[in-house]
C-alpha cells in the first residue's frame, strides 16, 4: 500500500521491528536517481521520492499518541540515518486532534514531516481500484465482495490497461498484482455494454494465469483465473461453454487449500454453477454440481472443526459463513427430481445485467429444495455468536442471501436471533438506515411470499430504524406500507392509524421531498375507512385529502397520473349510487360529509347521472350482501346513536359498540385499533382460542390514570360480553398505551382455553420485540385521526342506520382466520394411546351394551348420525361408555355431585359378563346424545389442560378447537369398523387388535 501511496522506491524492512537497530522503522526508500533524470517518465520513476522517506506501522490500541511520539522520536534518533519524511500507518482510530497534535511535535522537535494513515483511510485505499487486490490477497476477502469499479464507462484506466496488454500481447508477469489489474478491466467489461465486447479478449488475457504452478501443482492465482473466467463467461456472455472444466477444477483446487476465502468463493462458483444449470447453459448433470457443493462443504467443516474460535475468530466466522452459504443454495439434484431439467439452451437470460435481489425471483422455491435448510441457519446462528469478536468479518453478502430467503426461515425457530444479530452487524458498519433497508426488503420478500404476518413484523422494525429526523421519509413510507397490509388483513383501524399518522408525521417534516406524502397518505386512509363501512366518515376524509394534494402534489387531480384517485374516485361513485338506490334519505350526509371546498361531490352525481341515474337492479338485501363481502365493516356502521365495529380474526367475531360523538367516537376506535395490532402481533404464535363471538360496549370517562380504564367481561355464555372504559383524556402516553394494551389482552384472555400464563408468555416476546412501539406510533390516535368537530357526529347519530345492513356477517382474512396448527400441549402419540383405551374400555363395558344397541334401528341410526356429523368410532364409543356410566351410578343410588373419581372411573370400566347387565336401551335417547356430545369434548379438553367453557348443546365451540388443533377429527388407531363390531353370533368383535375376545 505505501508503495502505491507513498513512495515507489520502498522496501521493508528485514526482521521484526523488536530487533535492534531498525530504530522503529518498518521501511524506508532506497536512494533513487530516476525521477531527476527521468523527469517525463511514468510508472516507477514517476512514483519514486529522491528523500529519505520512513514508514512505520503499528498494530497498537490504546495509548496510540505516545506510540506514535516514541516511535517518530525512534526513528529520529541521533544515530540514525537522515529521514525527511515519515508515513505512519495505524490498524486502529486515531482522532484529527492527536493527529495535528503529533505532526506539530514532529515538525518542531524533529524537523520532519509527518502522516498519519488510520484505520478508516487504509479501508478506503483498500477498496479502491488498483489496490483492491492487496485486501483479497492479504485479507482473505472473497472475490465476491469486491466493489465494482466506479469509473465512468471507457475510463481512462481502462483503454491504458488494454493497450498495455495488447502491446504486451498478454500480462508481463504472473503475479497476485498483474492479476488484479487484468480483473479489474475484466469485471468492467463484464457489465458495462461500451466495453463488453472486449470481454472475450480480458477473458483469453486472464487465462494466461492457468498456467501458473509450483512444483507441478495449481497455485491461488490459478483459481482466481477459473473464477473470474467462469462469471465472466456466464454473466457477460451468458454461455458456459469451456468453462465448466474451470469450476471443476478450482473445486479441486479449494478442496487441498486452507484458506476460508478460497472456499467462500468456491460456494459462489458453484452456486453460479447450478444457475448455469438451472438456466439450460450448464451440460454438466446437476447430481454433479450438488456433489461438488457437498466436497466443499465438508471441506469446510473439516477445517472449521480444526479451527479454536477463540484465538482464529475471523477465521472460524469466514468457516461458518462458508457452510451456512452453502446451506443456502438450493440443491439442483432434487429440483430436478422435481421440477425436471431445464430445456437446453444457448444463452442465459439477463446477459451482462447486475441483479439485484429485486431482480431475483425465489418464491417458486421451498425448503425441499434446499440440502439442510436449518442446517443453514444454525450455522448463521453460530455465525451471529462470533461477530462480536469476528470484526473484520464481512457479513453483506452472506446477510443479501438470508434477506432473499427469509419467507422459507421464518419458521424456524433461530430466525430472529439469526436476523437482530445480521442487523446489528451491519448497522454498525452503514448505519440503521441500511438496516433499516434490509428489513423492508424482507418484507418485500414475505410479500412477494403471500406471508403479510411476517412482513409487518420486518415493516415495524424498519419503521423505528428510519424514525428520526434524517430519514423521516423511510419511516412515512413504511408506515403507509404497514397501513396497506393492515387493510389486506382487514383490519381496518389498525391502517387508519396508521395511514393518519403518517400523514401527520409527514406535515411535521422540514423537507419538500416529504410533504407529498401527507396527501397520498390521506387519501389512503380515507380509502381504509371506505373499506371499514364508515361511508359518511370517508366522504368527509376524502375533503381532507384533496385538499393537501391541491396544496403538495403536482396535477393533484389527473386520473392519469395518480391512478390511486381514480380508483379512490370509483368507489365513491359506487357507494354514492348505492345510497341514492336504496337509501335516498341518508344522501344529506354525504353530501354534507364532502362541503363545498371542492367539487368532488358535484363531480361524483354528474357521473352518475350522465349514465342515465340508474341505480342498481339487485334487492337492498343483496347489495347489502355483496357489499358486505367487499368491506370489513357493517355498512354505514358510522349512521345512528350506536356506532359499531365489527370484524373477524383468529376464528372469533369482534364487535364494538359505542355513542356516535366526538369524545367517544375517537376514543372507541384508538382501543380497537390497540386490538387489532395485538390480533396481527399474536398470530403468529397461534394462540388456542374458542370460535366464538365477543361484544364490546364501549364509554368514556372523565376520570385521568389508571382509574380512567376498565372492563368488565362476562363470560357465563359460550358468546362473550364485555363493558370497556376509557378515559376521555390520552395526554399521559405512559398510562394510556399499557391501559388500552391491558383491556385488550383482558378481551383476548376470555376466548383463550389454555392457561392464563401461557398467554402471558406468549405476549412477553411481543412486548420485548416491540408491541408498544407499535401501537404508540409517534401521534396518539386520538391527535392523528381528528378531523372532524362535533356536529359532524351529532348529524349522523341523529339518523337511522338501515335495518337491511344489519345482516353483516364479517370475514377474516386468510392469514387471521381461526389457526389449524398443532395446539399447545397436543402429543399425537400420548392422544393415540389414550384412543386405544378408549377401545379397551369399550370391549369390556358395552360387550353386551352395543350389539343390542346396534340391532335396533332407532339407535343405530343414531349411531350412524353421528358419523355422518364427523364423529369418529372412538369418540361415539366414548359417548356411550359415559351414558353407560350414568346408567350405573342411577342403578347404584350415586348422585352425580357424590360420586368419586374412584367410583367413577370403576363404573365406567365395568365388566359386562352377559346380556343381563347390558344397559337398557331407552337410556341411549335424543336427550342423552345430546349432552353428551357437548360433554364427550369437554372431558378430552380437559386432559388436554382447556380451560372450562360454557356451551350450550349443537354449539360445538370446544369440539372445533379440538379438530382445529388437536387432531380431535382425524386422530385414530387400527380398529373394527363400529357399525360392523357384531358378527353373525350377534357378539362383539375385538375392537383393536390387541383386545382378547
Known amino acids: 500500500m505505501a508503495q502505491k501511496r507513498v513512495s515507489s522506491n520502498i522496501l521493508i524492512a528485514t526482521g521484526p521491528v523488536s530487533s535492534k537497530g531498525d530504530q522503529q522503522r518498518d521501511a524506508e526508500t532506497f536512494k533513487t536517481r530516476l525521477p531527476d533524470e527521468l523527469p517525463h517518465s511514468a510508472g516507477f ?20 499518541k505516545q506510540k506514535v511520539l516514541d516511535d517518530v522520536a525512534g526513528i529520529c534518533a541521533d544515530d540514525a540515518a537522515p529521514v525527511g519524511h515519515i508515513a505512519y500507518f495505524s490498524a ?11 505532526q506539530k511535535t514532529a515538525r518542531k522537535t524533529h524537523k520532519v514531516s509527518l502522516d498519519i494513515f488510520c484505520a478508516s483511510d487504509i479501508a478506503k485505499f483498500l477498496a479502491q481500484d488498483d489496490l483492491i487486490w492487496v485486501a483479497q490477497h492479504y485479507l482473505e476477502l472473497p472475490s465476491h465482495l469486491v466493489p465494482p469499479p466506479e469509473s465512468e464507462p471507457a475510463p481512462e484506466w481502462y483503454a491504458d490497461l488494454l493497450d498495455g496488454l495488447r502491446k504486451n500481447h498478454g500480462p508481463a508477469a504472473l503475479t497476485p498484482g498483474v492479476q488484479g489489474g487484468v480483473t479489474q478491466g475484466l469485471r468492467h467489461a463484464t457489465w458495462d455494454e461500451d466495453t463488453n465486447a472486449d470481454l472475450p479478449e480480458w477473458i483469453n488475457f486472464m487465462g494466461a494465469f492457468l498456467a501458473d504452478s509450483e512444483d507441478g501443482e495449481d497455485t491461488e492465482l490459478v483459481f482466481r483465473a477459473c473464477y473470474e473466467m467462469s462469471v465472466a463467461t456466464f454473466r457477460g456472455l451468458g454461455t458456459a461453454a469451456g468453462i465448466e472444466d474451470l469450476v471443476r477444477r478450482a473445486v479441486v483446487y479449494a478442496c487441498s487449500c486452507d484458506q476460508p476465502r478460497i472456499l467462500d468463493d468456491t460456494v459462489t462458483l458453484v452456486s453460479y454453477w447450478g444457475v448455469m444449470w438451472s438456466q439450460g447453459v450448464a451440460r454438466a448433470e446437476a447430481s454433479e454440481i450438488s456433489a461438488a457443493l457437498r466436497k466443499v462443504r465438508e471441506h469446510a467443516a473439516a477445517l472449521l472443526d480444526d479451527t479454536d474460535a477463540e484465538t482464529h475468530p475471523v477465521r472460524a466466522a469466514t468457516l461458518t459463513g462458508v457452510l451456512a452459504y452453502s446451506h443456502l443454495i438450493p440443491d439442483w439434484a432434487v429440483a430436478e427430481g422435481t421440477r425436471g431439467k431445464p430445456d437446453a439452451r444457448d444463452v442465459a437470460g439477463n446477459v451482462g445485467v447486475q441483479l439485484t435481489e429485486d431482480d431475483v425471483d425465489v418464491s417458486l422455491l421451498d425448503e425441499t429444495d434446499f440440502d439442510g435448510l436449518g442446517d443453514a441457519m444454525s450455522y448463521l446462528s453460530q455465525l451471529v455468536d462470533l461477530l462480536p469478536q469476528a470484526r473484520a468479518y464481512s457479513v453483506s453478502g452472506l446477510a443479501r442471501v438470508f434477506d432473499m430467503l427469509a419467507p422459507l426461515a421464518a419458521s424456524n425457530p433461530e430466525y430472529l436471533k439469526v436476523r437482530d444479530g445480521l442487523d446489528a452487524a451491519v448497522a454498525e458498519v452503514t448505519g440503521d438506515s441500511a438496516a433499516a433497508e434490509r428489513s423492508r426488503d424482507r418484507a418485500s420478500a414475505f410479500v412477494n411470499a403471500d406471508k403479510p404476518l411476517q412482513a409487518l413484523r420486518e415493516l415495524h422494525d424498519a419503521k423505528v430504524r428510519w424514525f428520526s429526523g434524517d430519514t423521516l421519509y423511510g419511516s412515512v413510507l413504511t408506515m403507509r406500507f404497514i397501513a ?108 354534507q360529509a364532502h362541503g363545498t371546498t371542492t367539487d368532488w361531490y358535484d363531480d361524483l352525481v354528474e357521473v352518475i347521472e350522465e349514465a342515465g341515474g340508474a341505480g342498481f337492479k339487485m334487492t337492498e338485501e343483496e347489495f347489502c350482501a355483496r357489499a358486505g363481502e367487499q368491506h370489513a365493516g357493517p355498512l354505514l356502521g358510522d349512521v345512528g346513536p350506536r356506532r359499531i365495529i365489527d370484524f373477524s380474526a383468529l376464528g372469533v367475531r369482534w364487535t364494538f359498540e359505542f355513542d356516535n360523538n ?32 365477543v361484544r364490546v360496549s364501549v364509554t368514556v370517562t372523565d376520570k385521568i390514570g389508571r382509574d380512567g380504564y376498565n372492563v368488565e367481561i362476562d363470560d357465563s355464555s359460550s358468546h362473550i360480553t364485555a363493558e370497556a372504559t376509557v378515559s376521555m383524556d390520552f395526554s399521559d402516553l405512559d398510562t394510556r398505551v399499557p391501559a388500552l394494551m391491558s383491556i385488550c389482552l383482558q378481551l ?48 349522523l ?4 342506520r338501515p335495518l337491511a345492513t344489519d345482516g353483516y356477517q364479517p370475514v377474516p382474512a386468510e392469514p387471521l382466520r381461526a389457526s389449524t396448527a398443532p395446539g399447545p400441549g397436543y402429543d399425537r402419540d400420548k392422544e393415540q394411546e389414550a384412543i386405544r383405551e378408549r377401545y379397551r374400555v369399550a370391549q369390556e363395558s358395552l360387550r353386551f351394551t352395543l350389539p343390542a344397541l346396534l340391532a335396533d334401528p332407532d339407535k343405530r341410526a343414531a349411531v350412524e348420525q353421528l358419523r355422518a356429523h364427523g364423529w369418529l368410532d372412538w369418540q361415539i364409543v366414548t359417548i356411550l361408555a359415559n351414558i353407560a356410566l350414568s346408567y350405573r351410578m342411577d342403578r347404584d343410588g350415586i348422585l352425580p355431585q357424590d360420586v368419586t373419581p374412584a367410583q367413577g372411573l370403576a363404573l365406567l370400566r365395568e365388566l359386562e359378563s352377559d346380556a343381563a347387565q347390558a344397559v337398557p336401551l331407552e337410556w341411549f335417547d335424543d336427550d342423552a346424545f345430546w349432552v353428551n356430545k357437548v360433554m364427550t369434548p369437554m372431558a378430552t379438553a380437559r386432559g388436554l389442560s382447556l380451560r372450562p367453557w360454557q356451551e350450550e348443546p349443537g354449539e360445538e365451540q370446544v369440539r372445533d378447537l379440538l379438530i382445529r388443533r388437536y387432531g380431535y377429527g382425524s386422530d385414530d388407531v387400527p380398529h373394527t369398523d363400529l357399525l360392523g363390531c357384531v358378527d353373525e353370533a350377534g357378539l362383539l368383535r375385538p375392537l383393536i387388535g390387541d383386545t382378547d375376545e
Open 45 to 64: 520513476a514517476a512514483a519514486a521520492s529522491t528523500a529519505p522517506w520512513v514508514v512505520a506501522c503499528t498494530l497498537q490500541e490504546t495509548k496510540l
Open 92 to 102: 486502529h482510530a486515531v482522532s484529527e486532534g492527536i493527529t495535528h497534535e503529533v
Open 484 to 591: 396497506k397490509i393492515y387493510s389486506e388483513l382487514r383490519l381496518t383501524y389498525a391502517a387508519k392509524m396508521y395511514a393518519c399518522t403518517a400523514a401527520a408525521l409527514a406535515m411535521s417534516a422540514g423537507d419538500d421531498d416529504t410533504k407529498p406524502q401527507v396527501a397520498k397518505a390521506l387519501l389512503e386512509a380515507a380509502g381504509y375507512v371506505q373499506a371499514a363501512g364508515t361511508w359518511v366518515d370517508a366522504a368527509g376524509l376524502t375533503e381532507v385529502a384533496l385538499l393537501a394534494r391541491a396544496q403538495f402534489l403536482p396535477d393533484p387531480f389527473d386520473f392519469e397520473k395518480h391512478p390511486d384517485l381514480s380508483h379512490h374516485n370509483q368507489n365513491s361513485i359506487l357507494e354514492l349510487a348505492g345510497v341514492r338506490t336504496y337509501w335516498p334519505d341518508l344522501v344529506p350526509l354525504i353530501k
Open 662 to 693: 366526538r369524545t367517544t367516537v375517537i376514543r372507541a376506535e384508538a382501543l380497537c385499533a390497540t386490538l387489532q395490532v395485538l390480533l396481527a402481533d399474536i398470530t403468529v404464535h397461534d394462540p388456542a382460542l374458542v370460535s366464538t363471538s
Open 748 to 795: 383476548l384472555h376470555s376466548v383463550h382455553l389454555r392457561p392464563h400464563d401461557e398467554l402471558q408468555a406468549l405476549v412477553e416476546p411481543l412486548l420485548k420485540a416491540g408491541l408498544i412501539n407499535k401501537i404508540a406510533v409517534g401521534r396518539p390516535y386520538e391527535e392523528a385521526t381528528d378531523f372532524f368537530d362535533d356536529d359532524h357526529f351529532t348529524t
Open 797 to 800: 347519530a341523529s339518523a337511522t
